[in-house]
């Protein structure tokens, strides 16, 4: 069963909206599994102390690499990859959610304050991960997109809606528009090609559009098309 452990000092924030809709069933169902861990639970003061101030003073507090230490040990002593919600991280993709879905599940630590000791991260080999180039105030939020982006995946959760084959990201491009009845809506119609019962057109249609949008909207994602179709040794 694929399994998320998430390291937190808010572990009422889980499982939030993970435990509605369709993950929230599955989660019911057994077919995924969350496990809040309470980093505070793991401290060694008797005022449960979880941050401390800055080496080389300014603002804010960083929390302390024994305290996280003790709680990530206490959670995972298996294979699975341990992440760190960070800005500073590799930015995810959708390549990462499938890789990451296909496993075996993560382990997620969410810093808070200005961050965590720079030392945990080398010692308990945590690979970060962001969520974009802004930012929160702490990993929970970057956590519950991540778990959410990798349960849609997992098979007997959402059934073929995220089968992956046509959504955004899946071969490179954004995806086509979406239209459904009323036929006519504030004098718009719905596209011919899409009435016209002909799945051939549907799907020239569909592949027009999504590079048009994708050309638009994301020349970056264009550009990496463009070479993959033609191929890498031109
Ligand atoms: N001082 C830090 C920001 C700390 S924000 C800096 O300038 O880099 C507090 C915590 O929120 C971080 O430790 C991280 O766990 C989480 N966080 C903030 N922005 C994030 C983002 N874009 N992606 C993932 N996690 C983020």
Not at 144 to 151: G, K
Not at 161 to 167: F, K, L, V
Request: aromatic letters at 6%.
């Amino acid at each position: 069963m694929w399994r998320a452990s998430v390291l937190t000092i808010f572990p009422e924030m889980f499982p939030g909206p993970l435990g509605l809709s369709l993950a929230g069933k599955a989660l019911a169902a057994g077919v995924w599994a969350l496990e809040a861990i309470d980093i505070r639970a793991h401290a060694i003061d008797k005022h449960s102390t979880v941050d401390d101030t800055p080496a080389g003073g300014g603002p804010g507090m960083v929390m302390k690499a024994d305290v996280l230490a003790a709680a990530i040990d206490a959670a995972a002593a298996d294979t699975r990859p341990r992440l760190l919600m960070s800005p500073r991280g590799a930015p995810l993709t959708q390549a990462r959610v499938k890789a990451l879905a296909g496993g075996d599940g993560v382990v997620v630590v969410c810093g808070r304050y200005e961050g965590v000791d720079e030392r945990l991260i080398a010692a308990r080999g945590l690979e970060e991960v962001s969520l974009g180039d802004y930012v929160l105030s702490g990993g929970e939020i970057a956590a519950l997109a991540l778990i959410d982006a990798c349960v849609r995946l997992i098979p007997g959760v959402m059934g073929k809606q995220a089968s992956g084959a046509e959504e955004s990201f899946a071969d490179g491009l954004l995806e086509y528009p979406q239209y459904t009845r009323p036929a006519v809506f504030e004098g718009q119609g719905i596209p011919e090609a899409l009435t016209s019962g002909d799945h051939a057109k549907v799907a020239a249609w569909r592949q027009a559009e999504a590079e048009r949008l994708t050309r638009e909207r994301r020349p970056d994602l264009w550009a990496a098309y463009q070479k993959r179709a033609k191929g890498p040794n031109s």
